[in-house]
């Protein structure tokens, strides 16, 4: 974007900001012309009380001490009412910056919750959280000064128009001077705005980088890459030190510039002041009060500069939060919930799925709305799971195992084909009828900053209707179930026991059963469990499978699982290879009939064979080798 | 001293935080003393500062000497007096506006170039603090300190700090002209200026208490956005939305009140400042001309005092301002150099360290023992010799201190008591650089940076060519799943490589330890989400190619102690059983019976 079309589009921002807060922004800008009105009064003022009260009093050597009287309340007066205007414009542009902020939070934040996951992925969390946060900030910073410069441009046009009336030779250096400083605001923000936009930019990499490198410290650490890692960021510190430098390099020059030009109008008046005065145009009064106004307005008239050069960094802050506001692909619920209670059956119908296309990917194909996709992960799968049975989802490292549990609980919805819950399309039912029917258990647990209680209810209602988290009974129920009643109850404060974010304070193990313990909380129809237990010892997992079989949760469950003691839970197997469900049917069934599936399962039993082949083939060896220094012997 | 008590790291909790109590001059001191490029060339820019500010004075003394000898000389206005004074007046200008340049440029260019050595110093020195140290701050705020609260500082710097000494500058002139026009005067003026210092220091407490609310309110959005965007999945998956909306919506409005507050002392500050200036400009006038009717002061004195009142407010309207940004610079200040001040408990003997002997590595823990910061001991009087070449597993429920030994054994922390010895060497005194070379761990979460699959492994070696990468691939047997990705090497993981499924990412970090090439490997249950054939297939290509080399594996799948030279079986923190698998499994009702039973019952039945 060139200069000119960044302040325009500045200037467009400003416009929507000013809509939305208009009663504010009235507010704002009438304290900031009362508040200029007044520092023009205050010139014209002192130049009274000089012209009316001082010289008269030093001419005469009496002081009238009514006038003089007048003059020090006129004084001080005008700055009593100054104060009133700084109080109006001050407050009303912080209200209006922080409410428009606070506004736009909101707005970013409920998309944040409104978009797809797959939109999600596509987008650094640290992305996001700038969003939110920096680029809100950012989009607004001019408002700050806004009503300030609005006033000032109102101040000087009656300021200008105050010299016409006192004589037009002095008002000619106002006219000139004036619109000097304006152009030389302009100028400079069109200086700026590209070495602003540029060291934002390096700003928001510097960030980046450093919370990846903070992220992934362990493995620096581990590796001994910290001298390169400094390097690498020191390289980056460098550009944006270069870009901050050549960025004060334009300030430094216009700042003492701008200051200048008032001042060089002062002089001008006094001079063309004298010339005026001895053609007996004007008394001395007015010289003084024209002089005094140039010293006055110097300081209001780079507000309108610093509204100028605010607007690049708004413009970007500004189209950021719009990408977020306006990205679409929300996910859309249907009206209709489910009738009946118990488990529900669960139909894969012919579903295929691809995440959208990375971009350092080639290959690419097309959704519907144009998107570009990536490579297939799941294609054609078809399989049902009959209300209150489990199924095992089985497959090697990358098949499309999660993706299958995500596409179950409407987490993401399949380009081809439809899951369908009692038959009915999930992109039918309500986000309650969804959110009450199934619950998934993701492989990585995700622990909120709250209470132990707080994670398991997430503010759900009992049946009754009662807050969950005050049902005691459910949640040490669920809690027992997922085998996590041990630890919490050795917890300080038991359920009240706050975790931290990301629940920190608990290993991987107990973060696991606490989502699990969410999961069960909320008696789902449907449990989908992916991997939910590979951070749990064995003996534990046991035990929770044990009391899921136990329970009188009478719930239909699609469980993704390598050990075999889950698979043994499940009546079914569905066997995934690379997208594709490659069989479906029991265990042993699959066990004769797919050998995929049966290297998969039995892995570790045939390592052991394998193990104890090698040893008798070593032994023999040896044995065959004793023999032959036997022989040799 | 209260710097002293900051530098020491305290043993009660990990975080670092200097006492509130430090003063601002302490914190600037300690700062000026990290950052000595700060003074660079401090002398010329001060001369220049004081140049410019000689120059603001220049127009008030002028309009005095304008009205006195020129507007109202007798006999009428005398034009060439006029010029001349409004000429060199000009000239002043022109050589201020100069000097201002040229001290602007030079204040940039130091600020900037030490902030940008601060800012490298404080990321090097973060990674340089322990694990523990890096866990117990929030990512976010590690971020922070290296950028927001840098530029803070910048901003003070630039902008306060100078305007600070300038304005310093101007206010001791203009005091210094108000006095030769008018002691009396000048009196007045301080009069009326004084209760304003007493009233400012008031707001200022209040103020720096009002924006350490509005940063504690930044930090809590930060995290409940943080959390709405991590989280998305589960949200979404319980049906959660309206208690994260409400959540956000709250932190959103506190931060906003909490911003208000803040801007509303800071107008009253500003407001007082003002009100200020109109008493002494009434109190200067009443004064003033009942001094001129003494015949004390003239006419162009009196105006040209008004004048100097003018500059005299400004510096300290400014001064009030700055002082508001200056509590947050300072404050930014004082977090990074609280962090630069942390001594890194796991410290790299450097120079003075050893470094690994070259061949197979072997291990000794005496008598050690760990407890975190103030909490139980997890591992207790564990003291037993590991060969070199061997490869180990250690096995134990969860909390057994399975995974605190790797951490004590690569020497991501150092043990409470006792003492840890590779090759003999006490690990305390191996150097970094061998350490890091040599000794490898895999830890579980896969972290992968955001770039490609050969990117992330050319992190552990970076002078691997594309058919090395495969190479190391195809020896681990995995590049048939390399081939399934879609642009193999050049597959972009995403951030944190959430583009992969967990367990490929634990192939991909795998790998990148592999290409190491280190003398022991450790691996922290680094296959777990792998599924079992892949995993099975991994440990084989793994023995054979570490073979002659020790590895420690630290696991919950027994399938990996089945086939190690020994086990050693942790329970509470200490190690309760060793041996070969056959030896231990054979000890009935033992710890590691328990254990192999269940995983039997687990991975067999059917």
């Known amino acids: 974007m060139t200069p000119r079309a960044v302040i325009a589009r500045g200037l467009r921002v400003l416009g929507y900001a000013i809509r939305e807060q208009p009663a504010i922004f009235a507010v704002a800008v009438l304290g900031s012309v009362l508040f200029g009105g007044m520092t023009v009064g205050s010139a014209y003022v002192v130049g009274a009380v000089i012209g009316q009260v001082v010289v008269p009093a030093f001419a005469e050597n009496r002081v009238t001490v009514g006038a003089l009287a007048l003059g020090a309340t006129a004084i001080f007066g005008v700055s009593v009412i100054r104060v009133v205007g700084i109080f109006g414009r001050r407050l009303g542009a912080g209200a209006m910056q922080y409410r428009l902020q606070a506004s736009y939070r909101r707005r970013i934040t409920r998309r944040y919750l409104e978009l797809p996951l797959a939109w999600h992925r596509r987008h650094q969390t640290g992305t996001l959280l700038s969003n939110a946060n920096s680029d809100v900030e950012a989009a607004f910073v001019p408002i700050a000064p806004l009503p300030f410069a609005v006033g000032t441009l109102v101040m000087l046009v009656g300021a200008v128009g105050a010299m016409y009336a006192t004589d037009w030779v002095l008002a000619l250096i106002g006219t000139a001077v004036f619109p000097a400083v304006f152009g030389l605001n302009v100028m400079y923000s069109r200086r700026m705005s590209p070495r602003a936009t540029r060291a934002q930019r390096l700003r928001a990499e510097l960030s980046a980088m450093a919370h990846e490198s903070f992220d992934g410290a362990l493995v620096i650490k581990t590796m001994g890459r910290e001298a390169e890692e400094t390097a690498r960021f020191t390289a980056r510190a460098d550009q944006l030190r270069d870009a901050l430098i050549s960025m004060g390099r334009v300030r430094g020059l216009f700042d003492p510039i701008m200051d200048a030009l008032p001042n060089l109008g002062t002089l001008l008046v006094l001079v063309l002041g004298g010339w005026r005065l001895s053609n007996g145009a004007i008394s001395v009064q007015e010289v003084v009060s024209v002089a005094f106004l140039f010293t006055v307005l110097a300081f209001p008239v780079r507000a309108i500069g610093w509204v100028l050069g605010d607007l690049p960094r708004s413009v970007v802050g500004w189209e950021r939060v719009q990408a977020v506001l306006a990205a679409r692909g929300d996910t859309t619920y249907g009206e209709r919930s489910l009738s009946g209670t118990g488990p529900v059956e669960l139909t894969f119908d012919n579903v295929s799925f691809h995440y959208p296309a990375n971009e350092a990917v080639d290959i690419a194909d097309t959704d519907e709305d144009g998107e570009r996709l990536g490579p297939p992960v799941l294609q054609n799968v078809s399989f049902t799971v009959p209300p209150g049975r489990t199924v095992a989802l089985v497959g090697p490292t990358g098949s499309g195992k999660s993706t299958v549990a995500a596409l179950a609980a409407r987490l993401m919805d399949p380009q081809a084909g439809a899951v369908r819950l009692d038959g009915v399309d999930v992109r039918e039912l309500s986000a309650d009828a969804l959110a009450a029917t199934v619950a998934l258990v993701p492989q990585i647990p995700f622990i909120f900053d709250d209470t132990i209680a707080g994670n398991v209810a997430l503010d759900r209602t009992t049946p009754e209707g009662t807050p969950l988290a005050e049902d005691n009974q459910r949640v040490w129920d669920a809690l027992r179930l997922a085998q996590a009643d041990g630890f919490v109850a050795e917890l300080p404060q038991g359920v009240a026991t706050e975790v931290g974010e990301r629940g920190t304070s608990l290993s991987g193990g107990q973060r696991q059963r606490l989502t699990l313990a969410r999961a069960l909380a909320g008696r789902p129809r449907l449990l989908i469990l992916d991997d939910a237990t590979s951070a749990v010892d064995p003996r534990v997992e046991a035990a929770i499978l044990r009391g899921l079989r136990e329970s009188d949760l009478s719930a239909t469950v699609l469980v993704v699982a390598y050990r075999r003691a889950t698979i043994a839970l499940a009546d079914e197997v569905v066997y995934l290879e690379n997208g594709r469900v490659v069989a479906h049917g029991t265990h042993s069934e699959l066990l004769a009939r797919v050998p995929g599936y049966a290297d998969l399962v039995t892995a570790y039993e045939q390592q052991e064979a394998e193990r104890a082949y090698e040893q008798t083939l070593n032994e023999q060896r040896v044995g065959d080798m004793d023999e032959q220094d036997e022989v040799t012997a | 001293m209260s710097v002293t008590t900051a530098a020491t790291p305290r043993t009660d909790s990990p975080r670092t935080e200097s006492p509130a109590s430090e003063s601002t001059l302490q914190t600037l001191r300690r700062g000026l003393a990290l950052s000595p490029e700060l003074r660079w060339g401090l002398a010329g820019t001060l001369a220049l500062a004081l140049l410019a500010t000689a120059g603001r004075v220049a127009v008030p003394v002028a309009v005095q000497l304008g009205i006195d000898h020129g507007i109202r000389a007798a006999g009428g206005p005398d034009m060439e007096v006029l010029t001349l004074i409004a000429a060199v007046t000009a000239g002043v200008l022109v050589v201020t506006v100069a000097c201002t340049y040229l001290m602007n440029v030079r204040l940039y260019r130091v600020s900037e170039t030490a902030l940008a050595g601060l800012r490298a110093r404080t990321f090097r020195h973060i990674h340089d603090l322990s694990m523990l140290h890096q866990q117990a701050e929030r990512r976010g705020s590690l971020t922070s300190r290296v950028t927001s609260d840098i530029d803070q500082m910048s901003q003070f710097l630039q902008m306060g700090g100078m305007a600070l000494i300038v304005n310093t500058g101007q206010l001791v002139i203009a005091t210094a002209i108000m006095l030769i026009y008018s002691w009396q005067l000048t009196l007045v003026v301080y009069a009326a200026f004084a209760p304003l210092v007493w009233l400012v220091r008031h707001f200022q407490r209040r103020l720096g208490a009002a924006y350490s609310l509005v940063r504690r309110r930044v930090g809590t959005l930060l995290a409940a956005i943080s959390e709405s965007v991590v989280g998305a999945e589960v949200i979404r998956a319980y049906g959660v939305r309206e208690r994260t909306r409400r959540r956000l919506d709250d932190a959103i409005e506190r931060y906003r009140v909490a911003q208000f507050r803040a801007l509303q002392i800071s107008v009253f500050t500003f407001s007082a400042g003002e009100l200020t200036a109109g008493l002494a400009n009434a109190a200067v006038i009443v004064t003033g001309v009942l001094l001129g009717v003494d015949g004390d002061l003239t006419v162009g004195e009196l105006t040209a005092f008004l004048f100097l009142v003018a500059l005299f407010v400004q510096p300290v309207q400014i001064a009030t301002e700055v002082l508001n940004e200056a509590q947050n610079a300072i404050a930014g200040w004082r977090r990074v150099l609280d962090i630069i001040d942390t001594a890194p408990d796991v410290a790299d003997p450097g120079e003075a360290g050893r470094d690994l002997p070259p061949g197979p590595i072997g291990i000794t823990f005496s008598h050690v023992h760990f407890a975190y910061p103030g909490g139980p001991e997890v591992l207790s009087d564990v003291d037993l010799t590991i060969p070199p070449r061997t490869r180990v597993a250690v096995v134990g429920q969860t909390g057994s201190g399975k995974s605190t030994f790797a951490k004590l054994l690569t020497r991501l922390m150092d043990p409470t008591r006792g003492e840890v010895r590779l090759a003999g060497i ?114 084989r290509a793994l023995d054979a190619v570490t073979r002659g080399r020790t590895t420690v594996a630290i696991a919950h799948r027994l399938s990996t102690a089945e086939a190690a030279d020994e086990v050693i079986v942790m329970d509470k923190g200490r190690v309760v059983q060793r041996g070969p698998h056959a030896v231990l499994v054979a000890q009935q009702d033992s710890v590691y019976a328990r254990l192999h039973a269940s995983w039997l019952e687990q991975t067999r039945s059917s």
Request: aromatic share 8%; glycine share 6%; proline share 5%.
């Open chain 2, 426 to 539: 006490p690990l305390t005194d191996v150097r970094f650089s061998s350490l890091r070379r040599r000794v490898v761990m895999v830890p579980q979460d896969g972290f992968l940076f955001d770039d490609t699959v050969a990117a992330n492994i050319r992190f552990a070696n970076p002078d691997l060519s594309d058919d090395d990468l495969y190479l190391a691939f195809c020896e681990l047997g995995l590049e048939d799943w390399l081939d399934s990705l879609p642009a193999g090497l050049r597959t972009q993981v995403g951030e944190r490589g959430e583009a992969l499924s967990v367990g490929e990412r634990q192939l991909v970090a795998l790998v990148r330890a592999y290409v190491a090439n280190p003398d022991l490997l450790v691996l922290d249950e680094a296959t777990s989400a792998v599924d079992p054939a892949t995993e099975v297939r991994l440990a």
